[in-house]
């Protein structure tokens, strides 16, 4: 009640300056006085009695303890004053439902006075009073007000069916008064079919499904017919629910469409707008050749020009529905382009709508008029406005090819003016040109370059770095200018961090001899000096990508752009379609559809637009001008980039282009990083130097997992992450000495090593963990992704005391071939995630497949033979083994210490045949034939699988075994 | 579909408040905060809320649903003209003295949210509260005279105080009406004279005094052709594009003779709107003939010629020219013509105003001004201009829309009064230099 004491404040400081009486400052006992005054004898003080409560009343006072007095005088045949004591009777009546139904008998007997005002005053605030004791009073006297004589009464009673409903819509149903309400639809005062109309849509939203609004041919006759007579506001309601009719053909939708037309040139806006709604929806029907499709379209035109004469509110609200209109059907307004165009005194949200409108419209054989407008809105004062403006050239040339010229050389004007946020809108703009018109425009590389200090808003500086990358090869300097970037590195937005690595990528692509340095910087910067996730990450995929296989590299980073669409920022086609049949709503100002931000159950069911009658179908061709926009609905840019995208950098690009799948060979050295990869690409050989080195190992540990799964990806992203890991592969009773899996550098000073052991039939994954930190570690736990062969902790990490600094714990864990299988790429890869009080950290390695074979891999010998014949020779895999120096037999014992069994061994002219057969965990048998030469060192494998994807690593397990 | 109305004071006080559907609660001190701001169209907790600005006051409607703001808009106009209409004015006090006649007017107007009646025909057999006019009625009192149908700075060109008195009121009984022929004119001139774009909006707006409804014959020029393909011959006919007319307005006789027949209510309507786009009929009002050079190191030089196209005897009224100057000017020295111009520099809005508050036909006025912007490139001259204007033009109408003469049938017995009156406005006019 604070403000309202406050207005009441401010009330009293008015009334010295007006003479109102009614509104002096309640003092103590003024409710007695006006008690008293209301009791009295003489009419009129009665009435200046009830004016002074109904004034503390709307002044927010409350007057609620003289319900009775107020009630006394509504017996009364002083229309005013009964108008006056219902309008406290309705504000009243919920908050004293017992007294209320004092009034009942007097609301009662007026239902049935001879005055029809005071009978359609009852009923009308009958139904505003929310007093389920009275509802039920209600019912007979609207039974009779609906069959009423007076047209008056008779619409009152119409609303006051959805008063009823709205309270009690059980009742209303059970009294059957909305067959009453069906029947009104057919009267003979068009008022009052105006009225039932508006009820009854009314109550079919919050009915959906009920047919309720029973709308057929003859009902859509009887409406058409009240349109012509009823009031302006009549007419809205009429014309909102034939909105909603679906006309059976073309036929009928174009006899409705032509008797809605004379609706157009009404002066109230309202009337016209809902006008242009059943049209718009009407002619979705109508065929195109037909001669009146063309006929309608002219006639919508002049209406929707007039709209923009009033007020801007209102023009505000027309253009925001000529928004919709224009990309629904651009054929309607595309003669009158110059009505957009903007007024000097235009508020700002009307200048900005309008241009929107503009470039939509724009078209060939109207672009240089629309180039000659926007260039001078380029100079105005308004500075969103002038930044909209250059946008807008910029947009035009994207849309009409034939323009593009004109509008890069108006763009070069502007840039010369040098005013700042000119040149930095138009430098963003030039940037989409060029992905548009690639190798046409670099000409003007030069004057860009020239503005590049001024450029002070990330989104300049980003689309400037851009072209740098894109075209280095034609800027001599662009090494100087990305490293003068690179300086402010760290100041810089991400957006300009993220271009400014792949530009120097790309440089580096392009000109690898000279930009070694300048790229190592920026990989590092991006790497191990920021926080932001995406920047590592991108970063990391680079790095990976130019140390494996630095020409894959290229054909990723500098792959072909798809080109970029001709309509931005338009709305996608259905929510448009549901937006035509809401034009003149709220919907349409706020272009979402009504669900978004109408409470409760109205309003909810989606609008769609009838389908088009086949007749048209056949002929349907874009009959708009030479390059007008055709009606095809033109695919609409997605908003959300995808992965994919983001490493190309494309900032509006579907994703079509492919990642060529990278092979998941060996990686060089961290510091051997460049070298390699400038060796390969300068020469190209693609075979690179297979170099080993632990130092990349490490680095996808910082990748979240998450990444490697996003579904754009697909197969050659996969492996990126794949290349971590295993170097030293252990077997059997070897085991392979601890690498390092994880960096402390990466893991916030969590060094982990690690390696694969099985003994005794049993799967163990060793670990040491090392603090590397200044502070203790604790609650270690440990995770795996989903792998190939289903291993997964068979118990918790048993790390039980706390690591303190510098300490280093050997943990053995356990592990079984039970947990959940996804087939990864390369085969043994595993991806783990271990966690502690600092955070949780991610790695990759892979594990000797030795790790999976079982103690029963023993083979049958004659079911080794049937199976060796069963299996399809496509299966077999023949791999050399090298300078191995050691015969047959301490070869088939040294292998048999890793469960791969030799079944039998022939001699034949001095060559050993071994035949081995081996089993996986998860039952896949691998049968092998190793010959081996006495004196040769090599020795050859043939291994054959029904899975042959295994075979490698099952070579790999060979070769390791027998060299160790 | 409206849930709530309220009328609220400059301050944000609530005059009056209707809650058409009952279940929602007050919330007029949140829109008061929301008033601030300004805007259009508010939400909040689900209630959108939509206002305009009348005579000082606040037009607010609230709504949960999914309407049409046209609709809402356009009804909170004709609520304020209404209110106008009935109170004879509109401001805080009047809607105050006649809170029970605005209720009752509400009553009559929106039942359960929807809009009923807005035709002071219809609502003046249900009213039955009398008016209290806040100001007693004067003949002398001519200060308060203007044309109803525009905001106009003009004044003591009409001979009545028509505008200001309630129509229904029993007192000062005149059978007075008023056609009002009110156009904007909005016009682009390119950098070397050549009109680039011009526009002409227009109404005829009649207010009613007459108590018994007749009917009025309203004719127009009749060579007025509408539409853009029928240009007949060479004659200089009166043309318009496009008009739209109040549904009370019978055309059985417009076709052939341009004459409009309607049964005016009482009160103020519009009765006819109309365009003009792309040409105008005469040269446009004013042509400038700007110069701007660089004088010294800091110094612009702005030489404005400005020659008024008028026919002799018509003047144009409280004309204003402004002229964006260079970001960063600091201080204006100029050179005028006459005493009665004034020129002063807005660095605010980086522009300077030059007004003249009286311009006859066929004058040419000149007028030099020297700024000083500290820092000047030769970019920063291109920081001048577009010129704007705005002016008035009384007792004229650009499209050359004239009314032949105003029949009242059958005759009234007695006095009555007819007034019809012109005048045409600068909606925008912009000269690019």
Redesign the interface.
């Given at each position: 009640m604070e403000?309202a004491s406050q207005?009441c404040e401010?009330?009293g400081l008015?009334s010295k300056m007006?003479d109102?009486k009614?509104?002096t400052t309640t003092k103590k006992g003024e409710i007695f006085e006006l008690k008293a005054e209301l009791n009295s004898d003489k009419k009129e003080k009665k009435k200046e009695a009830v004016?002074k409560v109904?004034?503390s009343m709307?002044?927010?006072k409350d007057v609620s303890a003289l319900f009775p007095d107020v009630v006394n005088c509504m017996q009364t045949d002083n229309?005013?004053l009964k108008?006056?004591v219902y309008?406290y009777l309705?504000n009243y009546a919920?908050s004293q439902p017992d007294m209320a139904i004092m009034a009942v008998n007097t609301f009662v007997k007026d239902c049935e006075d001879l005055n029809p005002?005071i009978r359609a005053l009852a009923v009308?605030t009958m139904?505003?009073i929310?007093v389920d004791k009275i509802t039920e009073y209600l019912c007979e006297p609207l039974r009779k007000c609906l069959k009423d004589e007076d047209p008056y009464v008779r619409?009152?009673a119409a609303?006051?069916v959805?008063?009823l409903h709205?309270i009690n819509a059980q009742l209303v149903e059970d009294q059957g008064f909305l067959d009453t309400l069906k029947d009104l639809i057919s009267d003979s005062n068009p008022?009052v079919v105006a009225?039932a109309v508006?009820?009854l849509s009314?109550i079919a939203e919050s009915h959906p499904n009920s047919n309720l609004l029973d709308l057929n041919p003859q009902t859509i006759n009887k409406l058409l017919t009240a349109l012509n007579e009823c009031?302006?506001?009549g007419q809205?309601?009429i014309l909102d629910c034939l909105a909603s009719y679906l006309p059976r053909d073309d036929r009928e939708s174009q006899s409705i469409c032509e008797r809605v037309t004379p609706r157009l040139?009404?002066?109230?806006?309202?009337v016209v707008?809902?006008a242009v709604k059943v049209l718009m929806k009407f002619m979705e029907m109508l065929p195109k050749d037909l001669d009146y499709y063309g006929t309608l379209l002219k006639k919508l035109a002049?209406?929707l020009?007039?709209l923009l004469?009033a007020?801007p509110?209102?023009q505000?609200?027309?253009l925001r529905n000529i928004n919709l209109i224009v990309q629904k059907r651009p054929e309607i307004l595309k003669h009158e382009m110059?009505?957009f165009?903007v007024?000097?005194?235009?508020p700002i949200y009307v200048k900005l709508e309008k241009l929107d409108i503009m470039i939509r419209l724009a078209s060939q054989a109207n672009i240089a008029q629309v180039l000659a407008e926007l260039k001078?809105y380029a100079?105005?004062?308004d500075v969103d406005f002038v930044r909209k403006a250059v946008r807008a050239i910029g947009r035009c040339a994207i849309k009409v090819e034939q323009s593009a010229e004109r509008c890069v050389s108006t763009l070069l004007d502007l840039i010369?003016?040098?005013?700042n946020y000119v040149v930095q809108e138009a430098i963003v703009v030039i940037k989409d040109i060029f992905r548009k018109y690639p190798n046409k425009y670099e000409s003007v590389i030069a004057t860009l370059c020239e503005n590049l200090d001024s450029l002070d808003e990330p989104e300049a500086r980003a689309a400037m770095i851009w072209i740098v990358g894109e075209y280095a090869e034609r800027i001599d300097n662009a090494d100087e200018l990305l490293e003068s970037f690179l300086e402010g590195f760290h100041d810089e937005s991400t957006q300009v961090q993220l271009q400014l690595l792949t530009a120097i990528v790309k440089l580096f692509l392009k000109k690898p001899t000279e930009t070694q340095e300048l790229v190592q910087q920026v990989l590092s910067l991006a790497t191990q000096d920021s926080d932001n996730p995406d920047l590592r990450d991108r970063g990391y995929i680079y790095w990976r990508l130019l140390s494996t296989d630095p020409v894959a590299a290229k054909e990723v980073v500098l792959a072909e752009k798809p080109l970029i669409s001709e309509e931005t920022d338009l709305i996608e086609p259905t929510l448009l379609e549901e937006l035509i049949c809401?034009i003149?709503?709220?919907?349409s100002?706020y272009h979402k559809p009504?669900s978004a931000?109408?409470?409760g159950s109205?309003?909810v069911q989606h609008k769609r637009l009838p389908p088009r009658t086949g007749s048209g179908e056949s002929t349907e061709t874009p009959d708009v001008g030479q390059s007008g926009p055709s009606e095809a609905p033109p695919a609409v840019i997605p908003s959300q980039g995808d992965l994919l995208g983001d490493l190309l950098n494309l900032d509006l690009a579907p994703p079509t282009a492919t990642v060529p799948s990278v092979q998941p060979s060996m990686q060089m050295g961290a510091m051997d990083l460049l070298g390699g990869g400038l060796d390969s690409l300068l020469g190209g050989d693609i075979g690179g130097s297979p170099s080993m080195g632990a130092g990349l190992g490490a680095a996808p540990a910082a990748m979240p997992a998450s990444l490697g799964s996003a579904p754009a990806v697909g197969g050659g992203l996969g492996d990126l992450f794949d290349l971590g890991g295993g170097v030293g592969m252990p077997t059997g009773s070897y085991v392979a000495p601890k690498t390092v899996w994880l960096l402390a550098m990466k893991a916030k000073g969590l060094e982990i090593s690690g390696t694969f052991a099985r003994r005794g039939g049993i799967i163990q994954m060793d670990l040491s963990l090392t603090n590397k930190a200044m502070s203790v570690m604790t609650d270690f736990a440990i995770q795996f992704n989903r792998n190939s062969f289903g291993l997964a902790p068979a118990g918790p990490l048993q790390v039980l005391t706390p690591l303190s600094p510098n300490q280093t714990i050997d943990v053995s864990l356990p592990l079984s071939t039970s947990g959940p299988v996804m087939k990864m790429e390369p085969l043994n890869n595993l991806q783990v995630a271990v966690k502690n009080n600092i955070d949780v950290f991610y790695f990759s390695c892979q594990y000797p497949l030795s790790l999976l074979f079982v103690e029963d891999g023993k083979m049958d010998r004659q079911v080794f033979l049937a199976t060796w014949k069963d299996i399809p020779n496509d299966n077999e895999a023949q791999f050399q083994i090298k300078d191995i120096h050691l015969n047959s037999d301490v070869a088939s014992n040294k292998l048999q210490g890793s469960n791969i069994f030799t079944i039998a061994k022939r001699t034949v002219e001095g060559q050993d045949m071994l035949y081995q057969s081996v089993k996986l965990t998860n039952g896949i048998w691998v049968l092998a034939e190793m010959r081996i030469q006495t004196g040769n060192p090599n020795y050859t494998l043939s291994i054959k699988c029904r899975a042959p994807e295994v075979c490698p690593f099952v070579y790999q397990c060979y070769e390791l075994v027998l060299k160790n | 579909?409206i849930s709530q109305i309220f009328i609220l004071s400059s301050?944000g006080?609530?005059?009056?408040?209707k809650d058409c559907?009952?279940?929602t609660g007050?919330l007029v001190?949140l829109f008061c905060l929301c008033l601030y701001l300004l805007i259009?169209?508010q939400?909040h907790k689900?209630l959108?809320f939509i206002h305009?600005r009348q005579g000082g006051l606040y037009w607010v409607a609230s709504?949960?649903?999914?309407?049409?703001?046209?609709?809402i808009?356009?009804?909170l106009n004709r609520l304020a003209a209404l209110t106008k209409d009935y109170c004879g004015s509109l401001s805080?006090?009047s809607v105050?003295?006649n809170?029970?006649l605005i209720?009752?007017l509400l009553?009559e107007m929106v039942?359960?949210g929807?809009?009923?009646?807005?035709?002071t025909d219809?609502l003046k057999n249900?009213i039955?509260?009398e008016a209290v006019s806040s100001k007693p009625f004067s003949l002398f009192d001519l200060s308060n005279v203007g044309l109803f149908g525009a905001e106009t700075q003009q004044s003591k060109v009409a001979p009545s105080v028509a505008a200001s008195r309630p129509i229904m009121s029993s007192r000062g009984e005149q059978n007075e009406i008023f056609v009002d022929v009110i156009e904007?004119l909005?016009v682009?001139i390119g950098s070397k004279g050549v009109l680039m774009?011009a526009?002409i909006?227009g109404e005829i707006r009649i207010k009613c005094f007459l108590p018994t409804c007749s009917e009025m014959r309203i004719g127009l020029n009749e060579e007025l052709s509408i539409g853009k393909s029928q240009l007949k011959g060479y004659s200089s006919a009166v043309r318009v594009?496009?008009?739209?007319?109040?549904?009370a307005v019978k055309l059985d006789e417009f076709d052939t003779f341009r004459i409009l027949k309607v049964c005016p209510s009482q009160g103020e309507q519009?009765v006819m709107?109309y365009?003009l786009?792309?040409e105008l009929p005469c040269a446009p009002p004013f042509q400038l003939f700007p110069s701007v050079e660089k004088d010294y190191v800091n110094r612009v030089l702005i030489f404005l010629k400005l020659r008024c196209d008028l026919p002799p005897k018509s003047t144009a009224l409280n004309v204003s020219i402004t002229v964006?100057v260079p970001k960063g000017s600091t201080s204006m020295s100029q050179e005028l013509s006459s005493p009665d111009q004034t020129a002063e520099l807005q660095p605010k809005?980086?522009?300077l105003l030059w007004e003249i508050p009286r311009f006859p036909g066929g004058a040419q006025l000149s007028a030099l001004f020297k700024v000083d912007v500290p820092g000047l490139?030769s970019?920063s001259l291109?920081?001048v201009?577009?010129v704007?204007m705005s002016f008035e033009l009384p007792k004229q109408t650009c499209t050359g829309l004239q009314i032949r003469f105003l029949r009242l049938s059958p005759t009234q017995t007695g006095l009555s009064q007819r007034w019809v009156r012109y005048v045409t406005h600068s909606?925008?006019y912009?000269i690019?230099i």
């Open positions: 403000w207005l401010n009330r008015g007006t109102s009614y509104f004016k109904i004034a709307t002044v927010g229309l005013e108008k006056l309008l309705m919920k005002l009308r139904g505003c929310r619409k009152t609303v006051c959805a008063k709205d008022m009225n508006a009820a009314e009031t302006e506001w809205i309601f040139s009404h002066a109230n806006s309202a707008l809902s002049p209406p020009v007039t004469s007020e509110e209102l505000y609200v027309a110059k009505v165009f007024k000097y005194n235009d001078e100079t105005e004062v010369q003016t040098k005013v809401h003149g709503t709220l919907a100002v009504p931000f109408v409470e109205r309003g | 579909m301050k006080d609530h005059l009056i408040y559907i009952l279940t007050l001190a259009l169209l939400s689900g959108h305009v709504t949960k649903t999914n309407p049409s703001p046209f609709t808009i356009e009804f805080e006090k105050r003295m809170f029970a209720y009752e009553d039942d359960f929807y809009i009923q009646t807005t035709s219809i249900f039955q509260t904007r909005s682009v774009k526009d909006q594009d496009e008009c739209r007319f109040h549904q519009t709107q365009q786009c792309d964006p809005n980086k522009a490139s970019a291109l920081e201009g577009p704007s909606d925008s912009t690019r």
